[in-house]
Protein backbone atom coordinates (compact mmCIF):
# COMPACT_ATOMS: atom_id res chain seq x y z
CA UNK A 1 0.00 0.00 0.00
CA UNK A 2 1.09 3.60 -1.11
CA UNK A 3 1.75 5.54 2.72
CA UNK A 4 3.35 8.56 0.80
CA UNK A 5 1.53 11.88 -0.44
CA UNK A 6 -2.07 11.00 1.33
CA UNK A 7 -2.02 7.54 -0.73
CA UNK A 8 -3.33 5.40 2.63
CA UNK A 9 -5.87 4.79 4.80
CA UNK A 10 -9.07 6.42 5.38
CA UNK A 11 -12.59 4.83 4.05
CA UNK A 12 -13.64 5.06 0.28
CA UNK A 13 -16.52 7.80 -0.50
CA UNK A 14 -18.89 5.79 -2.24
CA UNK A 15 -19.51 3.94 1.06
CA UNK A 16 -20.93 6.39 3.70
CA UNK A 17 -22.51 5.36 6.78
CA UNK A 18 -24.70 7.00 8.65
CA UNK A 19 -23.38 9.54 11.50
CA UNK A 20 -24.65 9.09 15.01
CA UNK A 21 -26.52 11.55 16.84
CA UNK A 22 -24.91 13.28 20.02
CA UNK A 23 -26.23 12.58 23.45
CA UNK A 24 -29.39 15.70 24.33
CA UNK A 25 -28.61 17.22 27.62
CA UNK A 26 -31.59 18.98 29.08
CA UNK A 27 -31.47 20.80 33.09
CA UNK A 28 -34.36 19.95 34.97
CA UNK A 29 -35.63 21.03 38.36
CA UNK A 30 -36.61 18.48 40.71
CA UNK A 31 -37.60 18.78 44.13
CA UNK A 32 -35.58 17.20 46.83
CA UNK A 33 -38.41 14.90 47.68
CA UNK A 34 -38.38 13.79 44.13
CA UNK A 35 -35.18 13.62 44.01
CA UNK A 36 -35.50 11.57 47.28
CA UNK A 37 -38.17 8.98 46.26
CA UNK A 38 -37.62 8.66 42.78
CA UNK A 39 -39.89 10.36 40.62
CA UNK A 40 -40.71 9.80 36.41
CA UNK A 41 -40.80 13.17 34.72
CA UNK A 42 -41.92 13.51 31.51
CA UNK A 43 -40.30 15.86 29.26
CA UNK A 44 -40.88 17.17 25.49
CA UNK A 45 -38.11 16.17 23.03
CA UNK A 46 -37.66 17.69 19.51
CA UNK A 47 -35.71 15.43 16.92
CA UNK A 48 -35.31 15.40 13.42
CA UNK A 49 -36.38 12.00 11.30
CA UNK A 50 -36.38 11.13 8.17
CA UNK A 51 -39.72 12.15 6.07
CA UNK A 52 -42.46 9.31 6.33
CA UNK A 53 -44.28 10.45 2.91
CA UNK A 54 -41.37 10.92 0.44
CA UNK A 55 -39.60 8.43 2.28
CA UNK A 56 -35.89 10.59 2.33
CA UNK A 57 -36.45 11.45 -1.40
CA UNK A 58 -37.24 15.05 -1.05
CA UNK A 59 -40.80 14.62 -3.32
CA UNK A 60 -40.77 13.76 -7.06
CA UNK A 61 -38.75 14.35 -10.40
CA UNK A 62 -35.49 14.31 -8.44
CA UNK A 63 -32.75 14.45 -10.70
CA UNK A 64 -28.88 14.47 -10.14
CA UNK A 65 -27.28 18.03 -10.84
CA UNK A 66 -25.44 18.18 -14.25
CA UNK A 67 -22.87 20.86 -12.63
CA UNK A 68 -21.35 19.03 -10.19
CA UNK A 69 -22.25 15.64 -11.33
CA UNK A 70 -23.71 14.44 -7.77
CA UNK A 71 -21.27 14.96 -5.55
CA UNK A 72 -22.44 18.53 -4.32
CA UNK A 73 -18.72 20.30 -5.00
CA UNK A 74 -16.88 21.84 -7.99
CA UNK A 75 -13.58 22.69 -8.36
CA UNK A 76 -12.51 26.13 -9.39
CA UNK A 77 -9.22 27.39 -10.78
CA UNK A 78 -8.15 30.75 -10.40
CA UNK A 79 -4.88 32.35 -11.85
CA UNK A 80 -2.56 34.13 -8.80
CA UNK A 81 -0.17 35.55 -11.89
CA UNK A 82 1.59 34.09 -14.74
CA UNK A 83 2.29 31.09 -14.40
CA UNK A 84 0.64 30.26 -10.97
CA UNK A 85 -2.70 29.08 -10.34
CA UNK A 86 -4.46 28.28 -6.99
CA UNK A 87 -7.55 25.17 -7.50
CA UNK A 88 -9.94 25.85 -4.94
CA UNK A 89 -13.05 23.04 -3.97
CA UNK A 90 -16.37 24.45 -2.62
CA UNK A 91 -19.82 23.65 -2.71
CA UNK A 92 -22.04 23.96 -6.12
CA UNK A 93 -24.03 26.99 -6.69
CA UNK A 94 -26.92 24.97 -8.83
CA UNK A 95 -27.63 22.40 -6.23
CA UNK A 96 -26.12 24.44 -3.14
CA UNK A 97 -24.11 21.18 -2.33
CA UNK A 98 -26.98 18.32 -2.59
CA UNK A 99 -25.85 17.03 -5.66
CA UNK A 100 -29.24 16.42 -6.25
CA UNK A 101 -32.27 19.26 -8.21
CA UNK A 102 -35.75 18.67 -6.85
CA UNK A 103 -38.47 20.56 -9.35
CA UNK A 104 -40.63 23.21 -7.48
CA UNK A 105 -43.75 21.39 -8.21
CA UNK A 106 -42.79 18.07 -6.81
CA UNK A 107 -41.59 18.69 -3.49
CA UNK A 108 -42.68 17.11 -0.68
CA UNK A 109 -45.57 18.41 0.96
CA UNK A 110 -44.93 17.31 4.52
CA UNK A 111 -40.79 18.27 4.23
CA UNK A 112 -40.63 20.99 1.53
CA UNK A 113 -38.14 18.91 0.21
CA UNK A 114 -35.89 19.42 3.05
CA UNK A 115 -35.84 15.24 3.10
CA UNK A 116 -36.18 15.37 7.40
CA UNK A 117 -38.92 16.31 9.70
CA UNK A 118 -38.58 17.65 12.76
CA UNK A 119 -41.12 15.50 15.16
CA UNK A 120 -41.82 16.22 19.06
CA UNK A 121 -41.53 13.51 21.51
CA UNK A 122 -42.35 13.00 25.26
CA UNK A 123 -39.51 11.20 26.91
CA UNK A 124 -40.21 9.72 30.65
CA UNK A 125 -37.53 9.97 32.34
CA UNK A 126 -36.31 7.98 35.68
CA UNK A 127 -35.22 10.67 38.65
Given at each position: ?????????????????????????????????????????????ERTRCCETCKGKG???????????????????????????????????????????????????????????????????PV
Amino acid sequence: MNMFFGGGGGRPAARREMQKVKPTKKALEVTLEQAYNGAVLKIPHERTRCCETCKGKGGEGVRTCTSCKGKGRVLQMFQMGPGMYQQVQKNCDTCRGEGEIIAEGGKCKACLGRKTVTKEKVVEVPV
